[in-house]
């Protein structure tokens, strides 16, 4: 039987998006399956820390990995990575010795990833730099640390898989895998837009889908375990500080609040679960426990207010019988070669290492079909990395504020000159469509020509709508509309996607609300149903296609 493709990558996340770009720039032809959009699970709710990986001190080879992929990352992707100072307020003497062997890992590769060395700063320095800190810390170490947009690393990973010649399709949902004795993978899929099943048959099959690897796998009568571990964060609405902080919680563990764009990111929890990741709710245990740790060193942490939770499930490495931090950050590539011949399966790892994972899953695959290509992931930069941009420059030529363009070039580097050439050509379209962020239409337009959003929380992902404290109050509606125009949808399609897009964004915001905050929540669904008329219990329509089905 002639083979569809070389190689089916199920899941759209780091790890598939990685994989995809290196099989299809090692000349392999590959499908991208991903069941709902690109980065909308576990890495979507990530903190986007590229770091050393020094929390695993004692994984020697997996800090040198960490530090080497983020030198990667700034060659690659440097339009879409931040460099942010980092302080550890130290609050008693035995903190001290904890920080010092810190301070001697981070410091020996300091220069490799181009940071400074850790210092170690007195109070009435560490307060000069964060004057919300608590006044009786006895020191603070100071360090840097890079981040990067986890959702654009996704977008532009797919999009260059795609431009090196593979087939990326979202909404497409795996649901069986089977085996040809001998004459590759038959692997089925529902198309959850044109709602019809479709089958390929492939050489490989990648199963990169992270905490539903086990599930995958069981498709092909194969055996993965996972070792499941919720982790939650919560958005505040402002800066609360203006570097990042980490500190110990209240058991012990390490963890950060760092201003985010105009919010700030308070995690994470560590938990093993058993929840269907589907379906999973911070716990106001999680939330507390978060908010009471970070207190201590942050006084004022519980004036800010939050917005939302945000949750995922990390797919550790089934080292059972050990404390979640001692668990390795490593991943494990199971080759299923007995039961399920040509199938790879993912366990473990981390955002920052996934080209690492995909370099290794593709020298398997290309071993598997004899192809002798050699991995360059590495050295060819993601789109919008070919130069610097010229961002006042810019401002003036196209009439466009020196803020709207600089946070353009954060998402699309030096692709922003397309998306200004948009505006240039529709000067109404130079409208602010997100004021939090802000967002400009012809940058919402751009991305629904050229990204393939299907939906207002695909463009949440790909260009941060309604993502900043008023969570999309204001631009809802508006941005319906332009979505609706350019996709060519009904007034009906218009009303359920913001329905669609209000239940997405009330399953965040809902764990979080309390008291007053609660009631303002629900006189605003209120007013939606009311003043916006969204509320058609009667009327006689059609879900959209994917809606309500897998
Ligand atoms: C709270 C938290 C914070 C974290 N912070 C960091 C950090 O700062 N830095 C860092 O390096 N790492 C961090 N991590 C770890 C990191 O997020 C994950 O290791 C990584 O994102 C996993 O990516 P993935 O692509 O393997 O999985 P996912 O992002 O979950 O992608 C798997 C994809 O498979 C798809 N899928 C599942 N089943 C099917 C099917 N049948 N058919 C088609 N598609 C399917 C899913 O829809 C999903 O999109 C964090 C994790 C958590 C939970």
Same mark, same amino acid.
């Given at each position: 039987?002639?083979?569809?493709y070389?190689?089916?990558v199920i899941?759209?996340?780091s790890?598939?998006?990685?994989? @995809?770009?290196d099989c299809?720039?090692?000349?392999? +032809?590959t499908?991208?399956?991903?069941?709902?959009?690109?980065?909308?699970?576990?890495v979507?709710?990530c @903190?986007?820390?590229?770091?050393?990986?020094?929390?695993?001190?004692?994984?020697?080879?997996?800090?040198?990995?960490?530090?080497?992929?983020?030198?990667h990352?700034r060659?690659i992707?440097?339009?879409?990575?931040?460099?942010?100072?980092?302080l550890t307020?130290l609050?008693q003497?035995?903190d001290v010795?904890?920080?010092?062997?810190?301070?001697?890992? /981070?410091?020996?590769?300091a220069? !490799?990833?181009?940071?400074?060395?850790?210092l $170690?700063?007195?109070?009435?320095?560490?307060?000069e730099i964060?004057?919300?800190?608590?006044p009786?810390?006895i020191?603070?170490?100071?360090?840097e640390?890079? $981040?990067?947009?986890?959702f654009?690393l996704?977008?532009?990973?797919?999009i260059?898989?795609? =431009?090196?010649?593979a087939?990326?399709?979202t909404?497409?949902?795996?649901?069986?895998?089977?085996?040809?004795d001998?004459?590759?993978?038959?692997?089925t899929?529902?198309?959850r837009?044109?709602?019809?099943?479709?089958?390929?048959?492939?050489?490989c099959?990648?199963?990169?889908?992270?905490?539903?690897a086990?599930e995958?796998?069981d498709m092909?009568?194969?055996n993965?375990?996972?070792?499941?571990?919720?982790?939650?964060?919560?958005?505040?609405?402002?800066?609360?500080?203006?570097v990042?902080?980490?500190a110990?919680a209240?058991?012990g563990?390490?963890?950060?609040l760092?201003?985010?764009?105009?919010?700030?990111?308070?995690?994470?929890?560590?938990?093993?679960?058993?929840?269907?990741?589907?379906k999973?709710?911070?716990s106001?245990?999680?939330?507390?426990?978060?908010l009471?740790s970070?207190e201590w060193?942050?006084?004022?942490?519980r004036?800010?207010r939050i917005?939302?939770?945000m949750?995922?499930?990390?797919?550790l490495v089934?080292?059972?019988k050990?404390?979640e931090?001692?668990?390795t950050r490593?991943?494990?590539?199971?080759?299923?070669?007995?039961?399920?011949?040509?199938?790879f399966?993912?366990?473990?790892?981390?955002?920052?290492?996934?080209?690492?994972?995909a370099?290794s899953?593709?020298?398997?695959?290309?071993?598997?079909?004899?192809?002798?290509?050699?991995? /360059?992931?590495h050295?060819r930069?993601?789109?919008?990395?070919?130069g610097d941009?010229?961002?006042?420059?810019?401002s003036?030529?196209?009439?466009?504020?020196?803020?709207m363009v600089?946070?353009m070039r954060?998402?699309?580097?030096?692709e922003?000159?397309q998306? &200004?050439?948009l505006?240039d050509?529709h000067?109404?379209?130079?409208?602010?469509v997100?004021?939090?962020?802000?967002?400009?239409?012809?940058?919402?337009?751009y991305?629904i020509q050229?990204?393939f959003p =299907?939906s207002?929380?695909?463009l949440?992902?790909?260009?941060?709508?309604?993502?900043?404290?008023?969570?999309?109050? $204001?631009? !809802? /509606?508006?941005?319906s509309?332009?979505?609706?125009?350019?996709?060519d949808?009904?007034?009906?399609?218009?009303?359920?996607e913001i329905?669609?897009?209000l239940a +997405?964004?009330?399953?965040?915001k809902?764990?979080?609300?309390r008291?007053?905050? &609660?009631s303002?929540e629900?006189l605003m669904?209120?007013?939606?149903?009311?003043v916006g008329n969204i509320?058609q219990?009667?009327?006689?329509?059609q879900?959209?296609?994917?809606?309500?089905?897998?």
């Open positions: 039987m002639a083979d569809d070389d190689v089916v899941g759209g996340g790890t598939g998006t990685a994989v @995809a770009r299809a720039m090692r000349g392999l +032809e499908l991208l399956l991903e069941r709902d959009d690109i980065a909308s699970a576990t979507g709710t @903190a986007g820390m590229i770091s050393s990986g020094l929390k695993y001190m004692d994984e020697p080879e997996i800090v040198d990995m960490c530090s080497e992929e983020v030198v990352f060659r992707a440097r339009h879409l990575i931040m460099k942010n100072p980092i307020p609050m003497m035995s010795s904890t920080g010092g062997n810190f301070a001697e890992e /981070y410091s020996k590769r220069e !490799t990833r181009d940071v400074p060395p850790v $170690f700063l007195t109070p009435e320095d560490a307060l964060e004057p919300t800190l608590n009786d810390i020191a603070s170490i100071y360090f640390e890079y $981040f990067i947009s986890p654009r996704c977008l532009l990973q797919a260059d898989a795609q =431009r090196n010649g087939s990326v399709r909404y497409c949902e795996v649901h069986d895998i089977e085996n040809l001998g004459d590759g993978n038959q692997v899929f529902f198309d837009v044109s709602r019809k099943t479709e089958s390929v048959v492939v050489d099959v990648v199963n990169a889908t992270g905490p539903w086990d995958v796998a092909a009568s194969a993965v375990e996972i070792r499941s571990n919720k982790g939650a964060h919560v958005i505040l609405d402002r800066r609360v500080v203006n990042g902080i980490i110990k209240v058991d563990r390490m963890i950060y760092f201003p985010h764009e105009n919010t700030a990111l308070l995690g994470t929890t560590a938990l093993d679960t058993w929840e269907d990741p589907d999973l709710v911070a106001s245990d999680e939330i507390e426990y978060l009471k970070m060193v942050v006084p004022s942490i004036e800010a917005i939302r939770t949750e995922g499930v990390r797919p089934a080292d059972w050990k404390p931090d001692d668990v490593g991943y494990e590539i199971l080759a299923h070669e007995d039961g399920a011949p040509g199938i399966s993912f366990v473990g790892g981390k955002l920052v290492m996934c080209r690492h994972m370099e899953v593709t020298d398997m695959v290309c071993e598997w079909l004899g192809v002798d290509k050699t991995c /360059y992931t050295m930069p993601l789109p919008g990395m070919d941009l010229d961002v006042l420059a810019l003036k030529k196209y009439g466009v504020s020196q803020h600089e946070r954060t998402r699309h580097g030096t922003t000159e998306v &200004l050439e505006a050509a000067p109404e379209w130079k409208t602010t997100c004021t939090c962020e802000p967002v400009m239409e012809a940058e919402l337009r991305s050229e990204e =299907r207002l929380n695909d949440r992902r790909r260009v941060r709508l309604g993502t900043g404290p008023c969570q999309g109050t $204001f631009c !809802t /509606y508006k941005a509309a332009i979505l609706t125009k350019e996709l949808w009904s007034g009906i399609d218009y009303q359920l329905m669609d897009y +997405e964004r009330w399953k965040g809902r764990p979080s609300l008291g007053e905050q &609660l303002q629900e669904q209120g007013i939606y149903s009311c509320d219990s009667d009327a006689e329509y879900r959209k296609p994917w809606e309500g089905i897998c």
